[in-house]
């Protein structure tokens, strides 16, 4: 299990982070930041990423009230005199205190991961803890513990400081901040629209309409069973699709969710989950290896979720088992896949 790091272990993330922008970025201003406590000026790195989107980061590595400041936001805005209000701060406690929302958490090797609480402050578009698992898209809470009551607590861990991923992990959970922001935002304003009378038929329409949201973890899949079971039908479909020659009727008297026939035996073996919380998990791995089992060679495992989970163990039993992961988003477009065609190949 991840354990909650220490004051130098603090610095060293903070370090790593900034390094990372610094020899990144494509863009260095001094820019107008605000929040709610103020305004100031401040030096923003923005760092172009490879599919055209970007992120900006703002660091002070001058500890304020017991913290160090880690402002992160996904757009400069028009123009350069236009004030930037981060999309989320991740600001990292020096000592113990859980009212700040950001965690350096280590595994069991010492290797630092960036954790977030999951809670955006706003004032009347204060976005708390449980409605932000619910409502995250793509990430998962995960248990941490503080070595001094031992008591396991939940995070979303973004990523490990020295992932090869990490801009673009911190960039997908960014943009999910600015966008539950936006949406909050919008609700607000139509609460206020209904408070004063000026709902109208098209106002109420968009309240009824389906919007996917994640389970208590933050999984990315809808809340109810009904809800699940619908999006897990939605998914293997889509998979069908793009997987050439897929099936999904029994094998050996069992019902995997997909899979493809080399001659008599299985060459591509799917377990599809809509959930990505621990149970799914454990169930997936299991599964696979189940449904799998007395056929030489084994077929190519592949596991696709709404949500990769950073947790060390898990990640280490996945490679160890050779299962490849592939992580599915829900579109206006219908069902997106990220690394399935790596995941084939």
Not at 41 to 63: A, K
């Amino acid at each position: 299990m991840l354990k909650l790091g220490g004051k130098s272990d603090v610095k060293n993330l903070q370090n790593a982070m900034m390094a990372l922008f610094k020899s990144n970025a494509t863009k260095i201003a001094t820019r107008r930041l605000t929040t709610p406590g103020g305004s100031f000026l401040g030096e923003v790195y923005w760092i172009t990423l490879e599919n055209g989107n970007g992120i900006w980061g703002y660091f002070d590595d001058v500890p304020l009230k017991n913290k160090l400041t880690c402002w992160f936001g996904i757009s400069l805005g028009s123009t350069n005199s236009e004030a930037l209000v981060p999309s989320v701060e991740i600001n990292l406690p020096l000592s113990l205190d859980l009212r700040i929302a950001g965690y350096a958490l280590l595994d069991e090797s010492r290797r630092l991961y960036l954790g977030h609480q999951g809670l955006l402050r706003g004032g009347r578009n204060n976005v708390p803890i449980p409605e932000f698992a619910r409502r995250i898209r793509g990430f998962v809470r995960e248990e941490f513990e503080i070595t001094a009551d031992k008591r396991p607590r939940l995070a979303f861990v973004i990523a490990g400081a020295d992932d090869p991923d990490f801009l673009r992990r911190l960039h997908a959970y960014v943009s999910e901040c600015a966008r539950l922001r936006a949406e909050k935002r919008d609700e607000t304003d139509r609460e206020q629209a209904k408070e004063d009378g000026e709902t109208n038929d098209a106002d109420n329409a968009e309240d009824l309409k389906f919007t996917p949201e994640a389970s208590d973890d933050g999984t990315g899949a809808g809340r109810s069973s009904y809800e699940i079971k619908r999006l897990h039908g939605r998914v293997v479909s889509a998979l069908k699709k793009q997987v050439k020659g897929a099936v999904n009727s029994s094998h050996n008297k069992m019902r995997p969710d997909l899979y493809t026939m080399h001659g008599d035996r299985m060459s591509v073996l799917f377990e599809v989950k809509a959930s990505s919380d621990t149970q799914s998990w454990f169930k997936a791995i299991g599964q696979l290896l189940v449904y799998s089992d007395g056929q030489t060679p084994g077929p190519r495992l592949i596991f696709v979720c709404p949500a990769e989970r950073r947790d060390p163990a898990f990640r280490g039993a996945l490679k160890r088992l050779n299962i490849r992961l592939v992580i599915f988003k829900e579109s206006r477009e219908g069902i997106i896949f990220q690394r399935l065609q790596e995941a084939l190949a």
